[in-house]
């Protein structure tokens, strides 16, 4: 059964410092999804994107958050100058046109120091 | 505004007992409702999606638009179900983002 994949499974950067998170959604899937989870929260909804541009973002993704589809399988959420306080576990999402339900997945432990 | 509420932190029952994970929802809408797991370390998975009313490894959630709930029940507890267990709504609009809740721990004890 297909699975949405992540890289790196844990990333660890230095405040002020770009990091860039990866994710294949699944192959036939054509709404894609950044969620992050700080440690003991909820999880909760970064951005949406669908044809090639953002559908809906949060109050959280601000200008320091960028997400692109650089080729036909990559998704990725890039966070220009991190922060102590964006360390958290971030999960990408992925779902078919004709149904609403999301598949997530394994997620990236991003670490600020 | 859409909001998913678990009262529950942790709940923790005995083999062979019944389960109720309680969520309540608020949406001016009709929502799409979901029932996530997450296993130990493993990713989040889809359990339940109250449209296909199926039942998932013996897991049932009905949905009550009266009492804006949608209730996870199990009428025996393995221990296999132990688990992270987290509601989640989606609601009008294309991109139909997940809004979920705080998620309830199910702690299945011999």
């Known amino acids: 059964e297909p699975e949405v994949t992540q890289t790196p499974s844990h990333q660890v950067t230095q405040m002020g410092q770009e990091v860039i998170l990866r994710c294949v959604p699944i192959?036939?899937?054509?709404?894609f999804y950044w969620y992050r989870q700080i440690l003991g929260q909820k999880v909760e909804f970064l951005v949406s994107?669908?044809?090639?541009?953002?559908?809906?973002k949060s109050e959280i993704f601000d200008d320091q958050f960028s997400v692109e589809r650089p080729d036909g399988s990559n998704f990725t959420l890039k966070i220009r100058s991190t922060k102590l306080e964006d360390s958290a576990m971030y999960f990408c999402?992925?779902?078919?046109?004709?149904?609403?339900?999301?598949?997530f997945g394994p997620g990236t432990r991003l670490t600020v120091t | 505004a859409q909001r998913v509420t678990q009262p529950e932190k942790l709940l923790s029952v005995f083999k062979g007992a019944p389960v109720e994970l309680k969520c309540n929802y608020s949406?001016?809408?009709?929502?799409?409702l979901f029932w996530y797991v997450q296993y130990s370390r493993q990713r989040l998975q889809l359990l339940l999606r109250?449209?296909s009313r199926e039942s998932i490894k013996g897991f049932t959630a009905d949905l009550n638009k009266g009492e804006t709930s949608f209730h996870l029940k199990k009428p025996f507890a393995q221990e296999e179900d132990s688990a992270m267990y987290y509601c989640?709504?989606?609601?009008?609009?294309?991109?139909?983002?997940?809004?979920f809740g705080t998620g309830t721990r199910l702690q299945v004890t011999l």
């Open positions: 109250h449209i």
């Open positions: 989640a709504l989606s609601g009008a609009g294309t991109a139909s983002k997940l809004t």
């Open positions: 999402a992925s779902r078919r046109t004709s149904a609403y339900e999301q598949y």
């Open positions: 192959s036939n899937h054509l709404y």
């Open positions: 949406y001016s809408g009709s929502p799409e």
């Open positions: 994107f669908y044809n090639n541009e953002i559908s809906e």
